[in-house]
């Protein structure tokens, strides 16, 4: 069956540019997540959907990061004015429910981002 | 907020048990989680443990201890696929995932 998948896998932009990294989440899945994961450690949440509406996006490191769920389903984590500080492997996770603290959260591959 | 304490590296030999120890200090606790996670690879979920006691499939165990504000995985009958890093996590009642910063294993021949 269809893990969630995430594109692109790597992507290399210049400081300063805008990038949108993209998420399928598992089939059937209300939950989204975003988290960062930096050289050496472990994943850091970013945003998390019920839905379409973000419920918490209380890990956002500022007003540069932006994530959409429009339509229940596929999500776009957006960074603008990037820095080199941004550069990371952006993981997604989508779990059944996510309205119990025991929902299980699947990730993806993520999408590793560098920024020159 | 939540803070997560595990070694960093273990090493074993193949066919041995290693232990990974996660201690943890959360404002709210639902649960402790474990996932393994190869190089370049996806965050993969291997056991959750929402009460206290042992939960076991297959070669590996996991456990918590609520009170102590502790819990271990057991790797058991290790083979070489097992090398890779290992996280804990806590679900602290608000859905997000806290990570620790990861226990890499490496098993050899």
């Known amino acids: 069956g269809a893990g969630v998948s995430q594109t692109p896998s790597n992507k290399v932009t210049e400081k300063g540019k805008y990038v949108e990294l993209r998420c399928d989440p598992i089939?059937?899945?209300?939950?989204l997540y975003w988290y960062r994961q930096s050289l050496g450690q472990g994943p850091e949440f970013l945003i998390y959907?019920?839905?379409?509406?973000?419920?918490?996006d209380s890990g956002l490191p500022n007003d540069r990061f932006f994530a959409v769920r429009p339509e229940g389903s596929v999500s776009t984590l957006k960074i603008q004015r990037t820095e080199r500080g941004d550069s990371a492997v952006y993981l997604c996770a989508s779990s059944l429910g996510g309205r119990t603290s025991t929902d299980t959260q699947y990730f993806g591959p993520g999408t590793r981002l560098t920024v020159l | 907020g939540q803070s997560l304490e595990q070694p960093s590296e273990v090493t074993a030999v193949e066919g041995a048990i290693v232990q990974i120890n996660c201690t943890y200090q959360t404002s709210g606790f639902y649960g402790l989680s474990w996932y393994q996670q190869h190089d370049g690879g996806a965050p993969t979920f291997l056991s959750y443990n929402g009460l206290d006691g042992l939960e076991e499939t297959g070669r590996f165990s996991s456990f918590l201890s609520r009170s102590d504000s502790y819990g271990y995985l057991l790797l058991q009958e290790l083979q070489m696929k097992d090398s890779a890093s290992y996280f804990c996590a806590v679900s602290g009642g608000d859905y997000k995932l806290s990570f620790g910063a990861g226990t890499t294993v490496t098993v050899r021949a």
């Open positions: 959907f019920q839905g379409t509406g973000a419920a918490d």
């Open positions: 089939s059937g899945h209300t939950a």
